[in-house]
Each structure stands twice: as structure tokens, then as C-alpha cells.
């Protein structure tokens, strides 16, 4: 009989766990479903649901630390830092638009399930570089801890890493510490108006290349988010720095033309669109994430124009290319062929419908050498394959 198990805690977890090793019983690993529909379908009679394991463990802001159960709402925990003038530094993107789910709707072991980050991650770094620790159940009901409350040289595996971007198919987390950082006092985006793909990612590297911080570097072509095309520059920190390094762009970026400026309000509001892909959010095309080095960006997508009829912008200063097709096939052997041509990346389904999802790679495939150390690492954590089977390879 299908069952929707609930655990209140890492207890609960465990024996639940070691219950469904012993029996064989594959478990479909949820925090709030938000992201349910990321990754393939995964087929499995158990759901093994972790919203109940919610609630702050620990907050010590003047260490920059948290320690938070992971069935904690997304929601909760950035609310609870911004209280405190302090941030998640990696910018959780959410989904929920994406998806056709209610924003902000996810949970922190989600987020670090699918290793979340928004455009900040340029110069933050990724999810997986914010956690300090973590405690979580194997595939063989055990469970173990990782990591620790504070920064440190660690020998032996680092095993959050690991977990995180692994989609729950190597084991549950259960508690996860993060380290937080003080918010920035203002923002301010740099934009350009009316550059073509070229030229809009050559002024975005150009950008990254010298002294002005940038915290995000996106181009939106024309159509994108309304009217001409848009290459935009995110500044944040103090006030008089932010006017500092304003004026370093004017005069590093003036052969591209004059600049506008967006203040605070107007720059959260567009760097949150950026990072939850909010272009594409009304559709039910397939949507994809493509990785590439960020000058190859507009290559590859004036390629796939070639072929088929697609809606891109660019993330990451080009490196991170979101991708719609419109005509609403996947063009998965297309879109792979020219992320080799390009010079290698990698690109993920992220939207799509569940037959579509069951009968695709959606996650880029793995080299022989790479695929066989994923092997022996899901043999090692989960040897029995009861954590979300197939959700990222068929059969696995």
C-alpha cells in the first residue's frame, strides 16, 4: 500500500530508513514537493515526507552561523536572517514560479538537495560553499554527521559537499549548518540598453575582469523582460562605494553607451526575476539550464537558433544560459551537440512534462570516469538504491 511517512525527527528518520533497506522499499524524498518535479519521475510506493522536521537549531549572529532542521521553510530561515541584517550570500533561487508552485514554497534541505544558487554565486560561490556541517541518514539507516559549527581544515572526505546537488539520492539530511554574512547596506545595478548578445556578454566580462565587485552579470536580450535588450551589472555595499564603483564602469564600459542606473527597490525586484527564471514562468515550454564558459554563451544559443525556435538570457556573465523551447520539443541531442561544439558545459532539463522527463537524460551525462566514482559513491551511501530511484539516472 502506498504511504506518505511523516518523522518528527532524526530518530524517526533513521528507523524509517533502516525499515525500507531492510524490506527493499524504494522512498520518494520530499521537503515541501516544490521541487517535486525537478529530475526524472521517480517511481517508488513510499514518500518519505521532512516538512515536519522544521525549526531553528542554533542562530549565533555575531559568529555567522546557523543551525537549522531541514524541513524548514526557505521562507523562514532568509526572514529570520534579514531580521538579524544578515543574508544567505549564495541567493537561494526558488523554482516555485518555474515549476507552477507558490513561491518561496520550498525547504532549506532542498534548497541544498539541488544546491540552489542565484546570481550572486559569481562571487559567493555555490550553496555547497555556505555549509558548515550537516547530519543525515544513509541509505543504510545510519546516521552521521559531518562537518562541524565553525570554518576549518578538515582531512578526509567532505561529505555536505557530496550531498548537496545529489537530489536526495545519496542520503536524508536532517540538520544543516550554514554560515551567513551581513547584508550589504545598498544596491545599485549598472545598465546598458540595446547590445546585442556579443557585445552584452564582451561588456559583462569586461566587467568582471577589473576592480567594481560585481555581484551579478546578466543579459537580457530584446523581448526578454519587456522592450530592448538589457545588460545589467549588480553593485552592492556601502553607499559611497557603490557610487565609487558606478563611476569605475562608466568609464570602463563608455564605448558601449551612456548607462542607466537602478536603486535598490527596482534592483531587488529585477535581480530576484534573474534569478528565478520569472521570464519563462507563465509557460509550459521545456526550459533548460545550460553551463558553458561565458564568451561561448551566445555562440551556442545563435546555433540552436539555426535549428529550432528558442527564448534565451544569460546569467552569470554569460556562463549560465536558461534556455526555452518554444515550439515545445526538448532538443536534447541538439542542444548537447552544440555544447560540445562550443567547447564542453553541461545543461539540465528543468522543465518539462513527466513523460518527457522519463524518457530523457536530464541530467547532462557523465564521462566514463566520473559516472563510475557516482556509482561507488551511491554503492557506499545507498547500496540497496531506496532513495529517490531514478530521480537523476534511469535505473539508479
Given at each position: 500500500?502506498?504511504?506518505?511517512?511523516?518523522?518528527?525527527?532524526?530518530?524517526?528518520?533513521?528507523?524509517?530508513?533502516?525499515?525500507?533497506?531492510?524490506?527493499d522499499?524504494?522512498?520518494?524524498?520530499?521537503?515541501?514537493?516544490?521541487?517535486?518535479?525537478?529530475?526524472?519521475?521517480?517511481?517508488?510506493?513510499?514518500?518519505?515526507?521532512?516538512?515536519?522536521?522544521?525549526?531553528?537549531?542554533?542562530?549565533?549572529?555575531?559568529?555567522?552561523?546557523?543551525?537549522?532542521?531541514?524541513?524548514?521553510?526557505?521562507?523562514?530561515?532568509?526572514?529570520?536572517?534579514?531580521?538579524?541584517?544578515?543574508?544567505?550570500?549564495?541567493?537561494?533561487?526558488?523554482?516555485?514560479?518555474?515549476?507552477?508552485?507558490?513561491?518561496?514554497?520550498?525547504?532549506?534541505?532542498?534548497?541544498?538537495?539541488?544546491?540552489?544558487?542565484?546570481?550572486?554565486?559569481?562571487?559567493a560561490?555555490?550553496?555547497?560553499?555556505?555549509?558548515?556541517?550537516?547530519?543525515?541518514?544513509?541509505?543504510?539507516?545510519?546516521?552521521?554527521?559531518?562537518?562541524?559549527?565553525v570554518?576549518?581544515?578538515?582531512?578526509?572526505?567532505?561529505?555536505?559537499?557530496?550531498?548537496?546537488?545529489?537530489?536526495?539520492?545519496?542520503?536524508?539530511?536532517?540538520?544543516?549548518?550554514?554560515?551567513?554574512?551581513?547584508?550589504?547596506?545598498?544596491?545599485?545595478?549598472?545598465?546598458?540598453?540595446?547590445?546585442?548578445?556579443?557585445?552584452?556578454?564582451?561588456?559583462?566580462?569586461?566587467?568582471?575582469?577589473?576592480?567594481?565587485?560585481?555581484?551579478?552579470?546578466?543579459h537580457?536580450?530584446?523581448?526578454?523582460?519587456?522592450?530592448?535588450?538589457?545588460?545589467?551589472?549588480?553593485?552592492?555595499?556601502?553607499?559611497?562605494?557603490?557610487?565609487?564603483?558606478?563611476?569605475?564602469?562608466?568609464?570602463?564600459?563608455?564605448?558601449?553607451?551612456?548607462?542607466?542606473?537602478?536603486?535598490?527597490?527596482?534592483?531587488?525586484?529585477?535581480?530576484?526575476?534573474?534569478?528565478?527564471?520569472?521570464?519563462?514562468?507563465?509557460?509550459?515550454?521545456p526550459?533548460?539550464?545550460?553551463?558553458?564558459?561565458?564568451?561561448a554563451?551566445?555562440?551556442?544559443?545563435?546555433?540552436?537558433?539555426?535549428?529550432?525556435?528558442?527564448?534565451?538570457y544569460?546569467?552569470?556573465?554569460?556562463?549560465?544560459?536558461?534556455?526555452?523551447?518554444?515550439?515545445?520539443?526538448?532538443?536534447?541531442?541538439?542542444?548537447?551537440?552544440?555544447?560540445?561544439?562550443?567547447?564542453?558545459?553541461?545543461?539540465?532539463?528543468?522543465?518539462?512534462?513527466?513523460?518527457q522527463?522519463?524518457?530523457?537524460?536530464?541530467f547532462?551525462?557523465?564521462?566514463?570516469?566520473?559516472?563510475?566514482?557516482?556509482?561507488?559513491?551511491?554503492?557506499?551511501?545507498?547500496?540497496?538504491?531506496?532513495?529517490?530511484?531514478?530521480?537523476?539516472?534511469?535505473?539508479?
Amino acid at each position: 500500500m502506498d504511504a506518505t511517512l511523516k518523522p518528527q525527527s532524526t530518530g524517526d528518520v533513521e528507523k524509517v530508513v533502516a525499515w525500507a533497506a531492510a524490506e527493499d522499499q524504494p522512498l520518494e524524498i520530499i521537503g515541501q514537493g516544490s521541487k517535486r518535479a525537478l529530475g526524472r519521475p521517480v517511481q517508488a510506493a513510499h514518500v518519505l515526507d521532512l516538512s515536519g522536521l522544521t525549526g531553528i537549531e542554533s542562530y549565533e549572529p555575531a559568529e555567522l552561523v546557523l543551525t537549522v532542521k531541514a524541513g524548514t521553510p526557505i521562507a523562514e530561515v532568509e526572514k529570520l536572517v534579514d531580521d538579524n541584517g544578515q543574508e544567505l550570500s549564495f541567493e537561494p533561487m526558488d523554482y516555485g514560479p518555474l515549476l507552477g508552485c507558490a513561491p518561496a514554497q520550498g525547504t532549506i534541505g532542498g534548497v541544498l538537495a539541488a544546491n540552489l544558487s542565484g546570481p550572486r554565486r559569481i562571487k559567493a560561490g555555490a550553496a555547497r560553499d555556505h555549509v558548515l556541517g550537516m547530519e543525515a541518514v544513509s541509505g543504510r539507516g545510519e546516521v552521521f554527521n559531518s562537518g562541524g559549527k565553525v570554518v576549518k581544515n578538515v582531512t578526509g572526505y567532505d561529505l555536505p559537499r557530496a550531498l548537496c546537488g545529489s537530489y536526495g539520492t545519496l542520503a536524508v539530511a536532517t540538520t544543516v549548518t550554514l554560515k551567513v554574512n551581513p547584508k550589504p547596506e545598498t544596491s545599485a545595478t549598472f545598465m546598458l540598453s540595446g547590445l546585442d548578445d556579443d557585445d552584452g556578454i564582451k561588456a559583462l566580462c569586461q566587467a568582471m575582469g577589473s576592480s567594481a565587485e560585481i555581484s551579478g552579470a546578466a543579459h537580457l536580450p530584446a523581448g526578454v523582460n519587456g522592450g530592448s535588450s538589457s545588460t545589467l551589472l549588480r553593485l552592492e555595499g556601502f553607499s559611497t562605494s557603490v557610487d565609487y564603483r558606478f563611476r569605475t564602469l562608466q568609464t570602463l564600459l563608455a564605448s558601449y553607451g551612456a548607462p542607466s542606473r537602478l536603486e535598490a527597490v527596482e534592483t531587488g525586484s529585477l535581480w530576484q526575476t534573474i534569478r528565478d527564471v520569472k521570464p519563462y514562468a507563465d509557460g509550459a515550454t521545456p526550459v533548460w539550464r545550460i553551463s558553458v564558459a561565458p564568451t561561448a554563451g551566445p555562440q551556442l544559443v545563435a546555433s540552436l537558433r539555426e535549428t529550432f525556435e528558442l527564448q534565451a538570457y544569460y546569467d552569470w556573465s554569460g556562463g549560465l544560459v536558461w534556455l526555452s523551447c518554444l515550439d515545445g520539443a526538448l532538443h536534447e541531442a541538439d542542444i548537447r551537440a552544440a555544447i560540445d561544439a562550443v567547447g564542453g558545459g553541461h545543461a539540465t532539463l528543468v522543465r518539462a512534462d513527466a513523460s518527457q522527463r522519463a524518457n530523457a537524460c536530464v541530467f547532462h551525462p557523465q564521462p566514463g570516469p566520473l559516472a563510475a566514482l557516482s556509482r561507488r559513491l551511491k554503492e557506499q551511501f545507498d547500496p540497496k538504491g531506496i532513495l529517490n530511484p531514478g530521480k537523476m539516472v534511469s535505473g539508479v
